[in-house]
T-cell receptor
Framework: AQSVTQPDIHITVSEGASLELRCNYSYGATPYLFWYVQSPGQGLQLLLKYFSGDTLVQGIKGFEAEFKRSQSSFNLRKPSVHWSDAAEYFCAVGTTNFGNEKLTFGTGTRLTIIP | EPEVTQTPSHQVTQMGQEVILRCVPISNHLYFYWYRQILGQKVEFLVSFYNNEISEKSEIFDDQFSVERPDGSNFTLKIRSTKLEDSAMYFC???????????FGQGTRLTVV
């Protein structure tokens, strides 16, 4: 069965510093990979997605992620974080079963930004 | 920009009562989903719905749960007899077709007391 691991439960970063959030997945076929962000009291907003092609994908709010098949990873990066980036970040893998797709989420990484 | 809308944003109900969570997916989307997130835990898949029928459901989605698309625009999740452990944030999502991203609503926080 598919699974997603986000090894960092909580990360604290200074404003303006770079950020990398780790995500590892387990899935037998080629995965569809996603990063979602959830601000307090808000829903899930898609940051970026990987379906195929270029393994470095750009998303909204200056985020990017790199798919590395050999490492089964899809880490999220941002060169310089802003205070507004404080939120919970979820990595997810999309899996297809008989033509249906569903998302399997990781446990999330809570990002705190300090001035 | 089109969005998935969920109502209510927060619902408190007594154990054993029936609740209906409502969602209005994006209008040209064909695939609909419910997920839930128990406080402090990961987001979990409950059920997917396509062509007016359930296409897949998780182990969580037992006989107490049902989904319906009654009028071509709303997509509802009914919990027949709520239990304390049903307390969670419930997210509705929709997608236009396979191999595209799912758009999520803001969620309904269900509290069972």
């Amino acid at each position: 069965a598919q699974s997603v691991t986000q090894p960092d439960i909580h990360i604290t970063v200074s404003e303006g510093a770079s950020l990398e959030l780790r995500c590892n997945y387990s899935y037998g076929a080629t995965p569809y990979l996603f990063w979602y962000v959830q601000s307090p009291g808000q829903g899930l907003q898609l940051l970026l997605k990987y379906f195929s092609g270029d393994t470095l994908v750009q998303g909204i709010k200056g985020f990017e992620a790199e798919f590395k098949r050999s490492q089964s990873s899809f880490n999220l990066r941002k060169p310089s974080v802003h205070w507004s980036d404080a939120a919970e970040y979820f990595c997810a893998v999309g899996t297809t079963n008989f033509g249906n797709e569903k998302l399997t989420f990781g446990t999330g990484t809570r990002l705190t930004i300090i001035p | 920009e089109p969005e998935v809308t969920q109502t209510p944003s927060h619902q408190v109900t007594q154990m054993g009562q029936e609740v209906i969570l409502r969602c209005v997916p994006i209008s040209n989307h064909l695939y609909f989903y419910w997920y839930r997130q128990i406080l402090g835990q990961k987001v979990e898949f409950l059920v997917s719905f396509y062509n007016n029928e359930i296409s897949e459901k998780s182990e969580i989605f037992d006989d107490q749960f049902s989904v319906e698309r009654p009028d071509g625009s709303n997509f509802t999740l009914k919990i027949r007899s709520t239990k304390l452990e049903d307390s969670a944030m419930y997210f509705c999502a929709s997608r236009r077709r396979l191999n595209t991203e799912a758009f999520f609503g803001q969620g309904t926080r269900l509290t069972v007391v």
